[in-house]
C-alpha cells in the first residue's frame, strides 16, 4: 500500500522539485515563450488585417476595373460612332464631289457639242454657199452667153436688192 499513500519524505522531495523545476520554467522558459506566444498572436493579428486590407484593396481593384472596362466601353462606342459619322460624311462629300465633277463634265460636253454643232453648221453653210455659187455659176453660164442677157440678169438683182 505504500503506492497508495505515500510516505511524507516522497511527499516533500516531490514539491521541492516540482518548485524547483516551475522555478527554473519561469526564470529560463516562462518569460521567451510567454513573448513567443504574443509575437505569435500579433503576426497572426497583423496578418488577418492584412489579408482583410488586401481583401478591400481587391474589392476596390475590382470596382475600379469594373469602372475602367465601363468607361473603355463608353470611349469604344464613342469612337465607333465618331468614325461611322466621319465615314458618312466622307462618303457623302464623295457623293457631292463626283456630282458636281459629273455635272462639270456634262457641262464641258453641252459645250463642245454645242461648239461642234456650231463649226459643222457653219461648214456646212459654207459647203453649200460654196456649192451654190459653183452652181450658180454653171447656170449662168450656160443660160448667158451673151451680154444683154447678163446685163439684164443684173439688173433684175439690183432691183430686187433695192440697190438702185
Not at 4 to 9: Q, R
Not at 115 to 133: F, G, P, Q, W
Not at 139 to 155: G, P, S
Amino acid at each position: 500500500m505504500q503506492l497508495v499513500s505515500p510516505d511524507i519524505g516522497l511527499l516533500f522531495w516531490m514539491l521541492v522539485s516540482f518548485l524547483t523545476v516551475l522555478f527554473l520554467l519561469r526564470k529560463f522558459a516562462w518569460k521567451p515563450i510567454l513573448n513567443m506566444l504574443h509575437r505569435r498572436e500579433e503576426s497572426i493579428e497583423q496578418a488577418l488585417k492584412a489579408a482583410d486590407r488586401a481583401r478591400e484593396d481587391m474589392y476596390k481593384m475590382k470596382a475600379d476595373n469594373e469602372k475602367i472596362l465601363v468607361e473603355a466601353r463608353q470611349e469604344r462606342d464613342r469612337i465607333f460612332r465618331e468614325a461611322q459619322d466621319l465615314k458618312e460624311k466622307i462618303l457623302a462629300d464623295a457623293r457631292e464631289q463626283s456630282k458636281k465633277e459629273q455635272m462639270r463634265i456634262m457641262e464641258e460636253t453641252k459645250t463642245l457639242i454645242q461648239t461642234e454643232k456650231n463649226n459643222a453648221v457653219k461648214e456646212i453653210r459654207a459647203l453649200s454657199a460654196d456649192l451654190s455659187v459653183r452652181i450658180a455659176e454653171k447656170l449662168l453660164r450656160r443660160e448667158l452667153r451673151n451680154d444683154q442677157q447678163q446685163k439684164t440678169l443684173v439688173e433684175e438683182m439690183s432691183n430686187e436688192l433695192n440697190l438702185n
